[in-house]
C-alpha cells in the first residue's frame, strides 16, 4: 500500500470511531459507579504507552503532559456541567447524556491532535522524529482527551455523592 492509502485508511477508520462515538455520546449512557473508571484507566495507559513510544519524556514533556492532564481534567469538569445525570442508587448508576457542547470540545480536541500529526509528517511515531516538537504537541492533545474524561468522571461522582439517598427522607 502506498503512503496515501495508508493515510486514507487511517482517516477512514478514525472517522467511523469518531462517528460511532458521536452517536453514543447524544444517547443516554449508563455509567457504574464504579466500572466508569474502566475506560479513563485504559485511556491513561494507552496515552503513557504513546508518551513513552514517541520519546516524549523529559522532565519538561512530563511536566506538559501533566499540565495538559489537570487542564482536560477541568474542561471535563466543565463539560460534565452541560451533562444530563439521571442518578439511580438501587443499581449504583448513573445515566448520562452529554450535552452538544462536550462533544463538540472532545471532537475538538482529537481532531486538532489528527491535524497536527498528519501537518508534521504521518500518524505513525516512525513518520516523525523522536521527541519533536509535533510529538510533544500531539501527546499534550491526547493528555488533554484523557484529562477530559478523567474530569467528567470525576464531576459525576461527584453529581452521585451529592444526590440524597432515598432513605434520606424517612423521618426517624
Keep these: 500500500m502506498s503512503q496515501n492509502e495508508i493515510l486514507l485508511l487511517t482517516f477512514v477508520v478514525i472517522g467511523a470511531a469518531l462517528i460511532w462515538r458521536i452517536r453514543k455520546m447524544t444517547r443516554e ?9 474502566l475506560l479513563p484507566v485504559i485511556f491513561l495507559v494507552i496515552a503513557g504507552g504513546i508518551m513513552v513510544g514517541e520519546h516524549v519524556t523529559t522532565p519538561v514533556d512530563i511536566a506538559l503532559a501533566i499540565a495538559a ?17 439521571r442518578i439511580d442508587r438501587t443499581a449504583r448508576a448513573m445515566f ?3 450535552s452538544p457542547i462536550g462533544i463538540a470540545i472532545f471532537v475538538g480536541v482529537l481532531v486538532m491532535r489528527m491535524g497536527i500529526r498528519t501537518m508534521y509528517g504521518g500518524t505513525t511515531p516512525s513518520t516523525l522524529a523522536s521527541g519533536s516538537t509535533a510529538n510533544v504537541v500531539s501527546v499534550v492533545l491526547l493528555m488533554l482527551v484523557v484529562g477530559m474524561v478523567l474530569g467528567l468522571r470525576a464531576y459525576l461522582v461527584r453529581v452521585y455523592a451529592r444526590q440524597p439517598t432515598p432513605h434520606s427522607n424517612i423521618a426517624s
Design 69 to 85: 492532564l489537570a487542564a482536560g481534567g477541568g474542561i471535563g469538569w466543565y463539560q460534565g456541567t452541560h451533562t444530563t445525570v
Design 29 to 37: 449512557q449508563r455509567f457504574g459507579i464504579i466500572t466508569m473508571w
Design 96 to 98: 448520562v447524556k452529554v
